[in-house]
């Protein structure tokens, strides 16, 4: 129904929130802040009583037919409706939550019901014909860091739609931001990495990223196994664009990252740290590789490939490595030497 028609859509449509809200996770306590607060106001504007209106208000709740879900549950049950039951209205009523509600718990599990949905496309196409896109954004900013979260997460899912990126892009400095004043392998760092992955999958928007490669090389020798393998995957993606090969090599890097290349390294954070040198050397040839890069003791080059680099010689150690990935990656390395 269109917006000329107010205060009946309002009226209407509660009992569908409810239903959302209920199964997606936003408590009953926040229908009511919403909802029917909206029902006292529009029933003051008509000349009646806030008593009546609450009478209205019960008779709202009543005939629902629906049960309420008291807001001591565990979040398991908040959001055991599947995301891909939302139908457009809900996610235009969850979107009006973020907008309304000034309860973190409640924006959370907004969000959070938001970014399970995005896993669907079609629903990723809805949330930007809506204008989600920049509200979820704005989340970014709020002293919650849970908030944050989640609202990266709800990015990151749709950030998985071309025309959606072109929206998003200018979240990813503030993302970087975040991800380099988070706590060290906090999931907030997850999260934003997760979203520069998303965002980084095509060349259109890794330029925005190249200046702060040598974050992620100092995130890569410092934080858990999961950081490693998040800070891997958006490297990995910004070496296979031969446009950014020389930035990428340029970079500074912490002479302890030759220490990854080590049989005791986890295996998937090194099949992805060969992957990423690998894409590296393929497009080595096709750039000039200055003398001053060269002679430049702190950058990634020289690590790998300067003349007291021990890259090769752990290189050698990994073809005895037991996986079979490992050797493959090690042995297409030493091919275009």
Known sequence: MGENSGGIWKLSSSKVALAVLAGAGVSYGLYKLVFCNSCLRKSLQDGRSVEAARQERGLLDKVSGLSVIPSDESHDA??????????????KMLILLLQTSLDPSSRKKALVTLGNSAAFSVNQDYIREMGGLHIIGGFLSDHDSDIKVQALNALSNLSMNVKNQELLKVYVRETLDII??????????LAGLRMLTNMSVTNNYQYMM???????????????????IQVLKVLVNLSANPDLVEDILKAQAPASLILLFDSCTNTEVLVRALTFVGNLKDS???IHITEILKLKKD??????????????????????????????QVAKIMVSI
């Open 78 to 91: 908040f959001t055991s409706k599947s995301a891909s039951n939302l139908e457009p209205e809900h996610l």
């Open 180 to 189: 380099e004043t988070a706590p060290l392998s906090s999931e907030l760092q």
């Open 210 to 228: 190249k200046t702060s490669v040598t974050l992620f090389l100092s995130l890569l020798v410092v934080g858990s196994e999961s950081l490693q």
């Open 284 to 286: 080595e040839a096709s």
């Open 299 to 328: 950058s990634l080059y020289f690590i790998l490939h300067g003349e007291t680099s021990q890259f090769y010689q752990k290189l050698s150690l990994l073809l005895l490595h037991p996986n079979a990935e490992v050797k493959n």
